[in-house]
């Protein structure tokens, strides 16, 4: 990678924006779909062995993988299917954060103009929007984009579907009123103890697409230091930061910049997806796998604000998932499990917050979700239909506040504040590159065996299994058995959502402390000990 403060640092990125990657044909993805579930021969088999001491000194592992979720634009959380997934997703991860682009966009109607040229306020909308979170017990995690287009240098639409204006303000005065305004009124409604617990994030991805102001890095820098001053003059108390970047970018130029100018900054954050490259998060040429890139890209972080002259500011990962575009064989499939679990206890340690993208396909980047299955990022389906991310997560909830290590890379060892031990196993087969089809990987995976040897138990414990895979927790089969409607009838939609639904865990007693469990390729299993 380029040396801190070389000239890279201004060169845009190169991945491709999301959405010439997003529109798939819609027979390509049942094509996929229809490979990708079809049965499959018997698979091999492996086993591991893995010594667990209860009585082990653990460590702090606060659930920072479930505190925040990314989702659909502002205006999307008005409607009511926006709403029921969140409540959904907050009863089994008990998240505190939602972050949303575009509260700026035209369609909130904050910001207008009058003959005269003098800015007209209107935050009806704004209300309505972070009324409905916080009466749902989630907090706003701000993102201060986009451009009003009066407001806006020049006409700069965005790809997505929604066409947000992606350019730098006409009058950097204006844009220092509009966030002034803006916070002010935010204070002023919900009152300052209340809104000194939310974030203010300043933009979104400005080393992609999503900012047109060159050269890049200066001109963001620019906007950054208005928005962050004009918050803080609301109130000292209020926390903001940046650079919300793509591929874990600008990070360590990012604090030297606000260290060397004496600009606000409370966190830093950034992004990162598992299908990333290398070359663009790192500048090598070596091949890092989806299930390594993420945590990869964190400690790359992690370690640049270490070095810096602000070693404590936290990290919060506003962005991440498994893939960046529309991959039914990822993001709507078995394979969420084991990938969240590893991903968790890879960056265990290395992050304050990550924030999942997202928590609902009530999502329209690309426009109107035309199927319930095309690989969308959220954890529930459109027609609120649990896909087995949503399982997982709801599984992974359940591990403890104390993790204790052990010599595994597919198993999370944890200790609830009562004692008891909570242990994630999986077994994780990578998708194939272009995440169409993992029938060639699946036909050759094995089947692992976990031997669990627990020590220094004191009684007699029983283990409550719950597992996530293609019989527990995933809707593929009956989706496949009604000919996969890409407009499910009511009922049809209800037969999903019971499909979706995860049994009651599997009771067994231990074994002289000891728990054989077989888990399939793509299998995630959570057990607890009672």
Known sequence: SSPPGASSNETPLMRPSRIDLLLIPVMMLTMGMSVLFAQTPAPARSSDTIIVDATAPGHPFPHFWEQMFGSGRAILSLRESYRNDLRDVKQITNFQYVRFHAIFHDEVGIYDEDAQGHAVYNFSYVDQIYDGLLANGVRPFVELSFMPKKLA??????????????????????????????????????????????????????????????????????????????????????????????QAAWADVFIRHCADNNIPVDFLSTHVYGNDTAKDVFGTT?????????????????????????????????????????????????????????????????????????????????????????????????????????????????????????????????????????????????????????????????TKTFHLRFEHLAGKFRAYISRVDRDHGDMHPEYDKMGQPRYPTREQLEALRQAAQLPLPEVRDLSNGELTLELPPDGLAVVRLK
Request: glycine share 6%; hydrophobic share 40%.
């Open 286 to 446: 070596e091949n890092i796998p989806r299930e390594q890139m993420v945590c990869r890209a964190v400690k790359k972080v992690h370690d640049q604000i270490r070095s810096s002259t602000m070693p404590d500011l936290p990290l919060i990962w506003t962005e991440y998932n498994a893939s960046y575009f529309n991959e039914p064989a990822v993001t709507d499939s078995v394979y969420m499990g084991p990938w969240m679990a590893d991903t968790i206890r890879q960056c265990d340690g290395l992050v304050d917050m990550m924030s999942y993208w997202t928590f609902s396909d009530v999502f329209e980047e690309q426009g109107v979700v035309k199927q319930p299955f095309y690989g969308g990022f959220g954890l529930i389906a459109a027609g609120d239909i649990p896909k087995p991310a949503y399982a997982a997560f709801k599984v992974l909830h359940r591990l403890g506040d104390e993790r204790i290590s052990v010599d595994s890379d597919s198993v999370l060892v944890t200790r609830q504040k009562d004692g008891m031990l909570v242990v994630a196993l999986w077994n994780l087969v990578s998708p194939d590159k272009k995440g169409s089809s993992k029938t060639a990987e699946i036909k050759t995976a094995e």
């Open 153 to 246: 240098a020049r006409d700069a639409p965005h790809a997505f579907w929604y066409k947000q204006n992606v350019a730098p303000p006409k009058d950097w005065n204006k844009w220092d009123d509009l966030i002034t305004q803006f916070t002010k009124h935010l204070v002023d409604r919900y009152g300052i103890d209340e809104v000194a617990q939310w974030y203010f994030e300043v933009w979104n991805e400005p080393n992609l697409d999503f900012w047109v102001g060159e050269p890049k890095q200066a001109t963001y820098w620019q906007l950054y230091d208005h928005a962050a001053r004009s918050i803080k003059h609301v109130s000292p108390r209020l926390r903001v930061g940046g650079p919300a970047t793509a």
